[in-house]
């Protein structure tokens, strides 16, 4: 698994700092990519990324009651941006992801859902603070249930399973 973090982190506050911005960029991204398969008629799997904002939100809203308190430090935000599979620098949630199929949605989104429960992982094994590796392994386990999630609906939609990239080459948009 690739690292995703610089450092361990050793502080509840910084941990729910970085949890804080995970879960509030990933309930957005699901929310845009829920809008874009309505509009293409993909109704069920609509509903499948609702439901995953709807877990973003949750986890957003348990960060900040635990975070309550605490003066949570400032977070550079590449640290956790969503990314795209095969490309972690393309534009795939700005400029491409108009034209993604309902596969190319469930894998972006099991791509980060991946991500999401290896960064948590990472942080529950490298922490020398008791709190915070409990936290960061709670998450992990909750973020493995939405992996397995993604992971079936792939296999439902009989998406081809062999790595692509998105089209990385998207028709020029006026400036
Ligand atoms: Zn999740």
Not at 19 to 32: G, H, K, P, T
Not at 40 to 65: C, I, M, W
Not at 91 to 113: F, G, R, S, V, W
């Amino acid at each position: 698994m690739s690292k995703l973090l610089s450092q361990n982190i050793e502080s509840l506050a910084e941990f729910l700092a970085h949890a804080l911005e995970l879960e509030v960029e990933s309930a957005e991204r699901y929310r845009e990519l829920a809008d874009n398969m309505r509009v293409h008629n993909n109704p069920e799997v609509s509903e499948l990324f609702r439901k995953l904002a709807h877990y973003g939100d949750t986890h957003a809203a348990e960060v900040e009651q635990r975070a309550a308190g605490f003066e949570l430090p400032y977070i550079s935000p590449w640290d956790f941006k969503w990314s795209c599979p095969e490309a972690p620098e393309s534009p795939c949630m700005e400029d491409a992801h108009y034209m993604m199929t309902k596969c190319q949605a469930l894998e972006l989104a099991l791509h980060n859902e991946i991500r999401g429960r290896d960064f948590y992982a990472q942080v529950a094994n490298g922490s020398s603070d008791p709190a915070v590796r409990e936290a960061a392994a709670e998450m992990a386990a909750e973020e493995d249930t939405h992996v397995n999630m993604l992971r079936e609906w792939v296999a439902r939609e009989a998406c081809v399973t062999e790595k692509r990239p998105l089209d990385l080459d998207p028709p020029h948009m006026p400036e």
